[in-house]
């Protein structure tokens, strides 16, 4: 029987619209907090710029490759973060000679595939969270409060961690890339309401499904694993955001 995972593309929307939030929500904090800290826009833009460094490099390294694997040429290539026209914040960029709109797209599409891809492996091999997961979707609390340990005492657990952050963190298109997708994903949408109409639609589906569960389930687990992880810090740093903003102040009156 051939079936469209629906089961699969709703648990995929439930953990990319919360982990999109949480992550723009954690960026203002982890900024509110070291602007508290230092009292200087620059400094914690700096700050905020080096705590996300690998994530910056691998989606700025993402665009590089993926032009150059595209026979593109590339200009400037830059982590470090500027501000641009509109009070906007752009943490690095590359620059790419002009092209077709669909290299275009695939460009700037590419950090959202490499991070995909490292977070998955890091979630699988560096933090063991499969299982972890499972149980928490499945709503088994006994063996998720078992494994918590087990996972916290994992080898370079906190590295991993930290690397999952801030490359899930990092991942997303950025406003210039999303204006780059646009017309590739207006043309996806176009190609496959055609192949529906002309009846291939079916004959698709059946090759194809098995391999489109697997792919919508591990965007899912990865856009879940970092839904989690962004959960974790978003509590202590809001809290340690609105103390020392509280400190700072009462002791800039007295």
């Known amino acids: 029987m051939i079936h469209f995972p629906v089961r699969e593309g709703i648990w995929l929307f439930l953990t990319l619209v ?3 939030l949480a992550q723009r929500i ?20 700096g700050l905020f710029s080096l705590l996300f460094l690998p994530g910056i490099l691998l989606h700025e390294l993402s665009h590089y490759l993926f ?16 501000r641009i026209p509109g009070g906007k914040l752009q943490m690095g960029f590359v620059e790419t000679a002009h092209t077709d709109w669909i290299r275009t797209g695939l460009i700037g599409a590419a950090p959202l595939l490499t991070g995909i891809l490292a977070v998955g492996l890091i ?4 933090l063991a969270l499969e299982p972890f997961l499972q149980a928490l979707s499945a ?25 999952a952050f801030v490359i899930s963190s990092t991942m997303l298109p950025s406003e210039t890339d999303r204006s780059a997708l646009l017309p590739l994903m207006g043309l996806t949408i176009i190609l496959v309401g055609l192949i529906i109409l002309s009846g291939f639609g079916s004959l698709l589906l059946q090759t194809f499904s098995y391999q489109l569960q697997k ?29 020392l903003s509280r400190i700072f102040s009462s002791y800039v009156s007295r």
């Open 215 to 243: 792919a919508i389930e591990k965007a899912a687990f990865v856009f879940a694993t970092s839904l989690l992880i962004h959960l974790i810090l978003l509590l202590p740093l809001s809290l340690m955001r609105f103390l």
């Open 18 to 20: 919360p982990f999109l």
């Open 26 to 45: 954690l960026h203002r904090e982890i900024q509110l907090l070291f602007y508290s800290i230092t009292k200087s826009q620059e400094i914690a833009l």
């Open 67 to 82: 032009a150059r694997l595209l026979g593109v040429q590339t200009g400037k290539f830059s982590v470090f973060p500027k």
């Open 123 to 126: 979630a699988v091999y560096g």
């Open 139 to 163: 709503g088994n609390f006994h063996e998720l409060i078992k494994g918590i340990p087990t996972l916290l005492n994992a080898p370079d657990f906190w590295i991993w961690f930290y690397l």
